[in-house]
């Protein structure tokens, strides 16, 4: 089977192909198989993320390419009951999710509804579940305003969604480049700003961060009284208390991860959760395009120069 891999180079030099020091190797590799708990998937579609190409930009050692995949069972591990062969699910891969065939652990595994493409169950059932998990965190309320941050990316597109449902009485998508604004609007944002923009029309209820680092303190900035914060990017930051204390205000963080290995029954609902919304109309995939499994550079380089509009999504 085809599987990508990253390989680190002796030198250390940025390669602009793929966003980081290393390359992006295809090779042949035998098919794994299903240990306990485990699915063996034949891969239909893999999902691009921010924080595999960020591990990949920041260099050390080699990169376990992860991400979301969706796909058929084509052989169970033992102890599994809740899936079988022939099943369609779509979950969260930490590890050689670049691949034709990858193995899948039951509790990550969703399955994916008929009709549901396995490009648009992987463009959901990560990003939808940061950005649902992320707006129960914030606790909207009707007719509050919102701010969403790295808004055209699989997160923020969704989040933007997810706040347009929930009652938001204004939502407002923030962006790194003036090429994003239309599509943000589509997607259900009245305003569009920009990181670098001296006034970022605040302040505001609740602001939903993909972004973080150098961008925490003009968001925190931008907070109302009383406003909440939800961190869930991969970019890091400070927080100044001060900042907090005079307007009242919280920053709450927020990781798929740690819900899904700490809370698995609140993930397994989200999960259900997440299928009615999108059958009811309410959370629609944006996805960027499809790129072949290949031509996986391609796609990290997309988001490495942030041109990318929705998901980033692979295809063997
Ligand atoms: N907490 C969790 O469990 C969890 C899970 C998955 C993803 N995330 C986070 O959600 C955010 C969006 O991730 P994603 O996978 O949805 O993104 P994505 O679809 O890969 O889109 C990437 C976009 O993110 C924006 N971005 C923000 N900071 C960036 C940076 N330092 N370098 C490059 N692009 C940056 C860019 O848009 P602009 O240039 O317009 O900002 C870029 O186009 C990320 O911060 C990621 O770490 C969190």
Redesign the pocket.
Known sequence: MLRIRHEVHEVHEVHEADGGPGALIAEEAAVPAAGDGELLIQVEAIG????T??KLREGGGPVTLGGEIAGRVVATGPGVTAHAVGDRVAGLCFADAYAEFAVLRTAMASRVPAGVTAVDAVALV??GL?ARGAHEAARVEPGESVLV????????TLALQCARAGGAGRVVAA???PA?ADFVRALGADEVVH?EDADWGGPYDVILD????ELLTPAVRALATGGRLVA????GGTVDAYELLVRGASVIG????AIATGHPERYAHWQRDLWRLHAAGTLRPAVHGEIPLAEAARAHAL??Q???L???VLVP
């Open positions: 691009v993320t921010l924080p190409v960020r990560r990003s940061v941050t790295a808004a055209a990316s699989g997160v923020g962006v790194s480049s994003k990181y993909g972004v973080g680092g869930y990017s991969s970019g927020f990781q798929m991860r988001i490495e942030r041109r990318n929705g998901k980033v």
